[in-house]
């Protein structure tokens, strides 16, 4: 059987593509990065892949708002292609810059009268450091479902405090995917730096939409696909984030 | 109908708190204030109405859940103080070039944007008009690359404009001039050459019956610059004793020392050192390491944040500039003392915090935005630094064997990829190989640019599918002096004819040697015999690219401006013409005083250690930079089981490639020892970047060095003398560690003179990078101690020296002493050790270095969130001295005997303990008695985490 096809679109300034390429094919997918320039170009359709992942990093620089333009593109480029993708089922991944520009796109929370933005870390700084995430128990993602303890990966951001005009929704309909906890004690950070890196209200790390199958968060889960990139390694085992791209490239082949 | 609008962006960022970075600054200057407010001020001048810029607001500039905008004219403050700022025109402005691209794509085009910023500042007692424009000139703005204002809307948009058009080419009168015509016409150019090299150049032009254009002269001047021809390294040097007798006659510092050592070793992982941008050694079978570090001094005292930016952008231009993809940034980075009381700054320095918050927040700007993880470093404070900060940055790349192509080949197309040039950053080769003044800042401001890392993470993309698809024959980067550098290098033998009217610029009205020389960021030049792939990669990957002229193979540099021939050189007397230096070095004889008995608090000196801002947790400057990107890094800055604790190396599996091996990096530097014995420290920072480099995993059998000089005006035979010295201790480790070199980089005329003369040269200081392999990855030791119980050992001698130390930095007395001497056995130690850790028996391991054996026990003990019980003797030397060849190491029980048959030289001192607490001394019932140290990890944590 093919490995499942998945889309890494790149903006000038993306720069975790790479890393996100190489989880999807540690999940056994087949990953291609592609510049906006050629998709915008016709030299491939959404539709030609199974799984759409728009990674980290600066695209245009952040200039006016970290992932704005990025969301611009997707919109204004390719509006229709994401609207037949998520009505045929595609599952959607946002890392990092990649969630910024969803979230700035309206794909999540993905309800018209709730807009969000992740806006700048309550510190005001730049900040990379692991954190411990919780996947959330009530939410029934694919993105989730074979994720059964908490895992570890870096956060390498300024603006990740997520706000939404109604966060209640969001959370009433279990759409909080990740919460950030405390890695030492296992409790939630309860908004508490550094557990909580950026001062995100109710620990949020990750949301989805209304599916499920819109996932976006800021940490970087695929930057913690071995064990030997741990920062635990030989201290503590487990905590790789590969169960969450098995269970989306296992979705997509069945 | 053409308008312009000013619209400010709500809500503000209102800062309130004493420790934010421009409230403790401003507190720096003697400037309180209560709070100050920024609002983002959107300028845009296009063919709008009120409804379409309101548009333009809403989808592109205010943020969706809080956000609002108005005109700015009706942002009003009541009594309240108002500073605006903005970019000068020309200088990189990303955020108004996307303003320009978005609205466009949003089907509101318009035809300039910029964004600037307005300041509202609360301060009770109100602020002085002194204070004010102190608040405005030194705090909110940076004179290089922007403009300021009091009150709102009082700072004009500052678009970028059509230049009044310069007359286009000058004729320089050389020929028949006279020895003072020569000096006059090079110091009104602040072309940097020396009488000699402008007579070079009268007797040049004189045969070739003509005068040189502008364009000429710029061009030789940044050719044989010091930046560009190295010509202290090349300089035939009569070192003389202090007698004043000549002893030593140097044939260049370069092939003397560096090479020689590289070529005395002739180490087979070598296969490329000291020819190209950047060295290249054998990582495995498949694919070859790419390493380079950096100087970027002058750029970053004027404009700290541009001049570190640029300065990590270039070194990883340097690497892309042979073929490898970018994998590692590292940055040493040198400052004076932030506390520095500003009343002591001399006119035209900035303050070392100043420097140090925009240095940082540069380096952070540019590898976060490029996307290469910051993997090491150190930060250094000194007051030498003050008027001189230095920042070093490095670069270390992955590719494939052999995939480098180095011969361009006559009609080879010249294919320039990259963004547009204006008069930004004209004469950065010659600026950076003089001394700096009070004046600098204003006449050498254009040298000085702001990056544009998006850019280059692009030309990474492209330069990479180029290299596979084996599109171009030779490749190098732009950097200091602009194309006429970069195709004047490539051209060296084959000569090129360049049309400078196929150079895409921001503005018209550049004369062509100001289009030939700009240092415009992010470009590379490619040499292809069919261009036209390259030109389609770049546009799939949104990067700019122009096919600029051909290598003709005619010997000649020919340029070419508006129809007219502005250059035409011959390249053997471009290349080769500049005269030989001949200098004088004086070397000192080190005759150490004997060492003051005092006697020492070693809890409180151990405690002071802790923190000093050299020793001190860097990590609020670390968590600013991106150290996890691409997913490679193994030993990161920071581990331990609470991420807090410092590493020695660092240790990165590159991208694409086994996984089988990692590659390692160890750094050392030192500022306080080259002033004693500049021999000695050489030896110092080399054994100090290999033993980090070995307790992150390296083989110290296939280590190879990068060496960066920062010293002061080679002119002065004592200064030259220490740099002399400084080779000598390089190239005898080299050859006692069979590491050698394989690409460096000198940085000189780090001098300060003030108004009346009197100068302020640097510390002599090097820094010393060994790159390396793990070939055990799974092996490598952890950060931080890892469980009670384990066995702690001593490699190494117990007793440090103690000349030059940290010791007496912090007890504000130098007391004597030698510093470290060289130790040619330390190479073993280093050998046995590696060996241990490739067996799998070291636990975790930490070398003592500033500050010696307590700090380092203190810092390790810290990381593991465990306590030590060391049984040392409790003298200052066993304590506080530093020294070659010395590790802390933790080793099982169970594998004890083991690690002790494999490194013979090592003592068990002490175990880890469950306890919370280390503790120094003859055994646990009189550690205080006998003088020794109980610290908890409460006490070292509240020290060692100190903010400078």
């Known amino acids: 059987m093919r490995a499942p096809k998945v889309l890494i679109p790149v903006a000038l300034g993306t720069n975790r593509d790479g890393d996100l390429a190489d989880a999807f094919e540690a999940a056994g997918a087949e990953a291609i990065r592609m510049p906006l320039e050629a998709l915008r170009h016709g030299e491939s359709k959404l539709a030609d892949f199974q799984i759409l992942a728009i990674p980290g990093g600066f695209s245009y620089g952040d200039a006016l708002g970290a992932g704005r333009l990025f969301g611009l593109d997707l919109v204004g480029w390719f509006g229709d292609q994401l609207r037949e993708a998520h009505e045929s089922e595609m599952p959607i991944l946002g890392v990092c810059n990649g969630f910024q520009a969803i979230v700035s796109a309206g794909l999540l929370p993905g309800e018209a009268d709730n807009p969000g933005v992740l806006t700048g870390n309550a510190r005001g700084t730049f900040e990379c450091r692991w954190v411990t995430l919780r996947p959330e128990p009530g939410n029934d993602s694919i993105w989730l479902s074979e994720l059964t303890e908490p895992i570890r990966c870096p956060v390498a951001h300024a603006e990740g405090r997520f706000v939404a005009a109604n966060l209640g929704a969001v959370e009433q309909r279990n759409g909080v995917a990740f919460r950030y906890l405390d890695g030492v004690s296992g409790e939630l950070a309860n908004g508490t730096y550094p557990a909580n890196p950026n001062g995100s209200a109710g620990d949020v790390a990750g949301i989805t939409d209304s599916t499920g199958r819109i996932l ?39 | 109908m053409t308008l312009e609008w000013a619209l400010a962006i709500g809500p503000g960022h209102r800062r309130t708190n004493a420790d934010d970075p421009v409230i403790l600054t401003a507190a720096t200057f003697g400037i309180p ?30 943020d969706p859940v809080n956000g609002w905008f108005k005109p700015a004219a009706e942002l009003t403050h009541d009594n309240e103080l108002v500073i605006e700022t903005g970019l000068r025109p020309g200088v990189t402005d990303r955020e108004g070039a996307e303003l320009i691209r978005a609205s466009a794509q949003i089907d509101h085009p318009i035809d300039a944007a910029t964004i600037g910023r307005r300041w509202i500042i609360e301060a009770s007692p109100a602020l002085t008009p002194d204070q004010i424009e102190a608040l405005a000139y030194r705090v909110l703005h940076n004179e290089v690359i922007e403009r300021w204002s009091i009150g709102a809307n009082s700072l004009a948009a500052g678009f970028v404009e059509d230049q009044p058009v310069t007359p286009l080419t000058e004729i320089l009168a050389v020929v028949g001039a006279s020895d003072d015509e ?18 070079q150049v009268r007797s040049h032009f004189t045969e070739v019956g003509r005068n040189p254009t502008d364009a000429e002269i710029e061009t030789i001047a940044q050719t044989w610059s010091e930046h560009c021809a190295h010509k202290t390294f090349r300089a035939a040097i009569d070192v003389t004793n202090e007698a004043g007798e000549i002893v030593l006659h140097v044939n260049g510092l370069l092939d003397q020392y560096l090479r020689a050592a590289t070529n005395t070793i002739d180490a087979p992982w070598v296969h490329s050192a000291f020819v190209d941008n950047a060295g290249l050694v054998r990582f495995d079978d498949d694919f070859d390491i790419a390493l380079k570090a950096e100087t970027h001094n002058h750029p970053s005292a004027l404009e700290p944040f541009g001049g570190a930016n640029t300065g990590v952008g270039g070194v990883v231009r340097d690497i892309i500039g042979v073929s490898a993809k970018p994998i590692a940034v590292i940055d040493i980075l040198c400052f004076g003392p932030p506390d520095l009381d500003p009343a002591a700054l001399p006119d035209g320095v900035l303050h070392p915090r100043r420097v140090r918050d925009g240095v940082i927040a540069g380096v952070g700007d540019y590898g976060n935005k490029i996307g290469v993880p910051n993997v090491g470093g150190a930060i250094v404070y000194d007051s030498s630094y003050t008027t001189t900060p230095l920042v070093f940055a490095g670069c270390v790349g992955i590719l494939p064997v052999g995939s480098h192509p180095t011969e361009p080949r006559p009609g080879d197309s010249i294919v320039v990829l990259g963004g547009a040039v204006g008069r930004d950053g004209v004469g950065g080769a010659t600026f950076s190989s003089q001394t700096m003044q009070a004046e600098t800042a204003n006449v050498a401001g254009s040298s000085v640019q702001i990056g544009d890392p998006i850019v280059e993470k692009g030309l990474i993309d492209v330069v990479m599918a180029a290299r596979d698809a084996g599109l171009y024959t030779a490749i190098t980067d732009c950097g200091a002096g602009g194309l006429s550098s970069s195709i004047g290098e490539m051209a060296s033998e084959l000569g090129a004819d360049v049309d400078l009217d196929s150079v895409p610029r921001k503005y018209q009205g550049l004369a062509g040697w100001e289009i030939w020389l700009s240092e415009a960021q992010e470009r590379m030049v490619l040499a292809a015999a069919d261009p036209t792939p390259i030109l389609e990669l770049a546009a799939r990957w949104g990067v700019d690219s122009s096919v600029v ?20 050189l011959d390249c053997t007397f471009l290349h080769d013409g500049c005269p030989l230096h001949h200098l004088v070095a004086n070397l000192q004889t080190v005759a150490p005083m004997q060492r003051s008995a005092d006697s020492v608090d070693a809890r409180a000196a151990t405690l002071a250690l802790l923190a000093h801002p050299t020793i001190a947790s860097k990590e609020a400057t670390i968590r600013t930079y991106d150290h996890e990107v691409m997913g490679g890094t193994m030993v990161r800055p920071f581990g331990g089981p609470h991420g807090d604790g410092a590493a020695n190396g660092a240790a990165t599996i590159p991208p694409g490639t086994s996984g089988d091996r990692a590659m390692v990096i160890g750094i050392g530097v030192n500022a306080l020892m080259g002033d004693h014995d500049a021999y000695a420290m050489a030896w110092h920072v080399v054994d100090e970047a290999v033993r980090n480099a070995v307790i992150a995993g390296a083989d110290p059998d296939e280590l190879s060095l990068l060496d960066n000089f920062a010293f002061g005006n080679p002119n002065n035979p004592d200064t030259l003398g220490q740099l002399v010295a400084a080779c000598q201790g390089c190239h005898d480790a080299a050859l006692s560690f069979n590491a050698p070199f394989v690409s460096g980089k000198d940085s000189l005329y780090n001098v300060f003179v003030h108004p009346d003369g009197s100068a302020d040269p ?31 050992f001593l490699v190494g001698p117990e007793r440090g020296a103690l000349g030059g130390s940290h010791l007496d930095l912090v007890l504000g007395k130098a007391r004597g002493g030698a510093v470290p001497q060289p130790d040619p056995s330390a190479i073993e130690r280093h050998r046995e050790l590696a060996a241990a850790i490739g067996e799998g028996l070291v636990a975790s391991a930490h070398d003592p270095s500033e500050g010696g054996l307590s700090v380092a026990a203190c810092e390790w003990a810290f990381a593991g969130r465990l306590g030590l019980e060391l049984r040392l003797a409790t003298d200052e030397a066993t304590l506080f ?31 880890v303990s469950a306890g919370d607490a280390v503790r120094i001394g003859f055994g646990p019932d009189d550690i205080e008695d006998s003088g020794g ?16």
């Open chain 2, 549 to 568: 002229g051909t290598f003709t193979g005619d010997g000649r540099l020919v340029v070419r401006h508006g129809g007219e021939s502005i250059v035409d």
């Open chain 2, 881 to 911: 001295g530093e020294g070659p060849g010395r590790y802390l190491v933790e080793v099982t029980p169970q594998n004890a005997d083991r690690f002790v048959e494999l490194v013979p030289s090592a003592k068990r001192v002490g175990d």
């Open chain 2, 182 to 199: 020569l000096q006059t016409i090079a110091n009104g150019r602040r072309l940097g050459l020396n009488l000699i090299e402008m007579q």
């Open chain 2, 762 to 792: 640097v510390a002599p200081t090097l820094v010393l990078t060994a790159v390396g392999i793990a070939k055990q990855p799974e092996n490598i030791p952890l950060t931080g101690v890892v469980a009670a119980g384990n066995y702690v």
């Open chain 1, 216 to 254: 976006g968060l800021m940490p970087h889960p695929e930057n913690h696909i071995w064990s030997r990139q741990d920062i635990l390694r030989g201290r503590r085992t487990g905590g790789q984030a590969l169960p969450m791209f098995n269970a989306a490239v296992a979705a997509v082949r069945s």
């Open chain 2, 933 to 948: 140290i109980i610290l908890t990890l409460d006490e070292i944590e509240t020290a060692w985490k100190t903010q400078p």
């Open chain 2, 33 to 62: 204030l209560d709070a100050i407010t920024e609002y983002r001020v959107a300028h845009v001048r296009g063919d709008l109405d009120g409804a379409q810029v309101g548009t333009i607001a809403t989808r592109l500039l205010v």
